[in-house]
């Protein structure tokens, strides 16, 4: 009944001669009750047309991520503006969209620094990307400003493996303890600079197709959530095969 199913799909995918008759009304109902007949006997038909609808939807989806990361490259991997963790020249790039406020986020503090410990060879760009409200604008905002002070890596770091709620408060505090200059880091935050750096993060999300955070860009592939460090050691073995 398989094979019959098949070949009935695959000859309805043949374009008709010009000169060929369509069904008649007797045909095309016969033809119904055929596979009407065959859903009935066999449901797991059914599933297995959906679930090769969804996983060629899946694929169709990833092709489109692949399509738009090779389009926005240069913005990716190679913006000279962006913070960096990690050597500045290592072989392999993983592009990382973060919120502060999302706990997968952190929750991912611990995956990268090991992945930058145990592949020498791996720089982790960061792009903010503040989704969850105006505070994670503001420690967005100061991320970047600490980026224009040298000092992204401490503050990065230091606020994702803040515990509680992060607020402007607890941003100036972490501000503080890293020895930001604090005068400067409120007007940075509100400057112009800052605001155009964090909207072509936004911008750059959006032409990729994102939905939430974190997000990971590695090669040509693009991960969505959390990712367990073995995937992620994988995923940069990949790319470093492909840029030999």
Avoid: W
Avoid at 122 to 144: H, W, Y
Avoid at 220 to 238: D, I, N
Wanted: glycine share 6%; proline share 6%.
């Amino acid at each position: 009944m398989m094979r019959a199913l098949a070949l009935l799909s695959a000859l309805a995918l043949i374009p008709l001669p010009a000169t060929a008759q369509p069904f008649t009304a007797e045909q095309r109902a016969a033809i119904v009750e055929i596979l009407r007949e065959a859903l009935v006997s066999d449901p797991s038909i059914l599933r297995e047309a959906f679930a090769a609808l969804e996983a060629a939807e899946r694929e169709a989806e990833a092709e489109a991520r692949r399509a738009a990361v090779r389009a926005q490259a240069e913005a990716l991997f190679r913006n000279a503006e962006d913070p960096v963790l990690g050597p500045a020249r290592a072989r392999v790039t993983v592009v990382e969209f973060t919120d502060y406020r999302c706990p997968y986020c952190r929750s991912m503090r611990g995956v990268i620094l090991d992945l930058l410990r145990q592949e020498r060879d791996v720089r982790v760009v960061v792009k903010p990307m503040p989704i969850l409200g105006p505070a994670s604008v503001t420690a967005a905002r100061a991320a970047m400003a600490a980026h224009l002070q040298g000092k992204f890596a401490p503050f990065h770091d230091a606020l994702l493996a803040l515990r509680g709620e992060i607020d402007e408060a607890a941003v100036l505090q972490v501000a503080a303890e890293v020895g930001l200059d604090a005068g400067r880091l409120r007007r940075d935050m509100n400057g112009a600079e800052v605001t155009r750096r964090i909207s072509a993060a936004l911008n750059l999300a959006q032409a990729l197709g994102l939905q939430g955070t974190p997000a990971y860009v590695v090669g040509e592939t693009v991960f969505p959530g959390a990712v367990p460090l073995a995937r992620l050691r994988q995923a940069v073995a990949e790319a470093r095969g492909q840029a030999r």
